[in-house]
């Protein structure tokens, strides 16, 4: 079993940054894949970012790419979401997940372990 807690959310003006954190425990030997997924009120959870525990990985969703950068502490089990210039748009909350598998993909599907999430909220 794989614990994560997210920390960081918050209110923001658009145009401001935030950086998310989100921290492992229990099996997290078994861990390989970790990245965020987030939903905003009235739609389905999206993939946002995710990265190999390598490193060699790294994906973003094209909403985010160029603002968002996701970042990993293996030694802390801790993966972090840099995000710059914040959009309304951008207003949801956001969730940790991680995987065990070798492919580190961008669908639910690909990640076993899903934290409780944290509320991002960017104000016009």
């Known amino acids: 079993q794989v614990q994560l807690v997210e920390s960081g959310g918050g209110l923001v003006q658009a145009g401001g940054s935030l950086r998310l954190s989100c921290a492992a425990s229990?099996?997290?030997?078994?861990?390989?894949?970790m990245g965020w997924f987030r939903q905003a009120p009235g739609k389905e959870r999206e993939f946002v970012a995710a990265?190999?525990?390598?490193?060699?990985?790294?994906s973003y969703a094209d909403s985010v790419k160029g603002r968002f950068t996701i970042s990993r502490d293996n030694a802390k089990n801790t993966v972090y979401l840099q995000m710059n210039s914040l959009k309304p748009d951008d207003t949801a909350i956001y969730y940790c997940?991680?995987?065990?598998?070798?492919?580190?993909?961008?669908?639910?599907?690909?990640?076993?372990?899903w934290g409780q999430g944290t509320q991002v909220t960017v104000s016009s």
């Open positions: 997940a991680a995987g065990r598998g070798l492919r580190v993909g961008v669908e639910d599907r690909d990640f076993d372990s």
């Open positions: 990265r190999s525990r390598s490193g060699l990985t790294t």
């Open positions: 229990g099996r997290t030997f078994s861990i390989n894949g």
